[in-house]
């Protein structure tokens, strides 16, 4: 892939959810297929003879295509949204941290890239101790409906509380059939809210598969794990529950599994990762990009 389609490539992909791109985000966030590398000196000389032949627009500090200059108004209107949402996450977090076998949690999807919409609620990924996954969930949920805040069918509202990714330690692994673009930017995108001993760090080390198309992107995430998390990355790897908290897990996990059995449709559910997406973004997400590169060529 040549340097030009890759740089068309990410702004197209950008683009459609109206998120114009700065430099800096552009080198950072740069598609590539494995292997490939390009120079900071011929990444920006490649902008500036787009920009030249007005393929591209470069405008108070962000890069763009042609006729979506309404973008940038949209993008700052949403950040503005995006930390309105903050004080909700901060609550969240609070919760999480009174729930000891919850060692970390991130806010994903548009509010985790500060591109909140009015409507949008709040997407969390959940990560737990080794065989507690399901009491955690019983114990988050829980207080989640009963503040009236938990985002589920019959229940939504802005500023609701949609846990909808589970992930028990040390079981981080993305499955091959998760694996796509889409998932890979949601991997990088993710903002590590609450991580008690290097979760972030195995997330990101367990799934650098996504390092094969978003290299740049993957290093400065990894790179920023503090150094404290590395010295406590297996400090809590071997903490398991008694015999009877794991008999209470199993036990949760059948009571929940045949709770939401007859609502289920694509969600994923087994015992030690939970997926609770009804809706395929991804498919829409690539439909979209195909148009949107359609349009442009």
């Given amino acids: 892939m040549t340097?030009?389609?890759?740089?068309?490539?990410?702004?197209?992909?950008?683009?459609?959810?109206?998120?114009?791109?700065?430099?800096?985000?552009?080198?950072?966030r740069l598609l590539?297929?494995?292997?490939?590398?390009?120079?900071?000196?011929?990444?920006?000389?490649?902008?500036?003879?787009l920009v030249g032949r007005k393929k591209i627009i470069y405008q108070d500090g962000y890069l763009f295509f042609p006729g979506y200059e309404r973008d940038i108004a949209l993008?700052?209107?949403?950040?503005?949204?995006a930390e309105q949402k903050q004080s909700q996450?901060?609550?969240?977090?609070?919760?999480?941290?009174?729930?000891?076998w919850i060692v970390g949690l991130a806010v994903t999807g548009s509010v985790a890239l500060r591109q909140a919409r009015e409507q949008d609620d709040l997407d969390f990924l959940v990560v737990t101790k080794h065989n507690s996954l399901w009491l955690a969930r019983s114990l988050l949920v829980g207080f989640g409906i009963l503040l009236?805040?938990?985002?589920?069918?019959?229940n939504a509202h802005t500023d609701g509380w949609c846990f909808n990714m589970w992930l028990e330690r040390p079981r981080f692994v993305l499955s091959p059939e998760r694996r796509s673009l889409y998932t890979a930017y949601e991997v990088l995108q993710a903002d590590w809210v609450y991580d008690q001993g290097a979760v972030q760090r195995e997330f990101l080390?367990?799934?650098?598969?996504?390092?094969?198309?978003?290299?740049?992107?993957?290093?400065?995430?990894?790179?920023?794990?503090?150094?404290?998390?590395k010295i406590k990355i297996f400090a809590s790897i071997g903490s398991l529950l008694s015999p009877i908290g794991s008999l209470l897990n199993v036990l949760a996990f059948i009571l929940q599994r045949w709770h939401m059995h007859a609502a289920m449709t694509r969600e994923v559910v087994v015992f030690s990762q939970a997926y609770f997406h009804?809706?395929?973004?991804?498919?829409?997400?690539?439909?979209r990009w195909r148009e949107l590169l359609q349009e442009i060529a």
Avoid at 75 to 81: G, L, M, N, Q, V
Avoid at 278 to 287: A, E, G, M, S
């Fill in 75 to 81: 993008r700052i209107a949403r950040e503005r949204r």
């Fill in 205 to 229: 080390l367990a799934n650098a598969w996504v390092s094969q198309v978003l290299p740049t992107f993957y290093v400065q995430k990894f790179s920023a794990c503090s150094v404290a998390a």
């Fill in 278 to 287: 009804p809706r395929n973004t991804q498919q829409y997400v690539t439909k």
């Fill in 148 to 154: 009236g805040m938990y985002r589920s069918r019959n």
């Fill in 32 to 49: 590539t297929v494995p292997h490939q590398r390009f120079s900071k000196k011929l990444f920006v000389q490649e902008i500036l003879v």
């Fill in 3 to 28: 340097l030009r389609n890759s740089l068309l490539l990410t702004l197209s992909y950008s683009a459609q959810f109206s998120y114009p791109l700065r430099v800096s985000q552009l080198w950072l």
């Fill in 89 to 100: 996450i901060k609550k969240v977090v609070w919760l999480c941290k009174k729930i000891p």
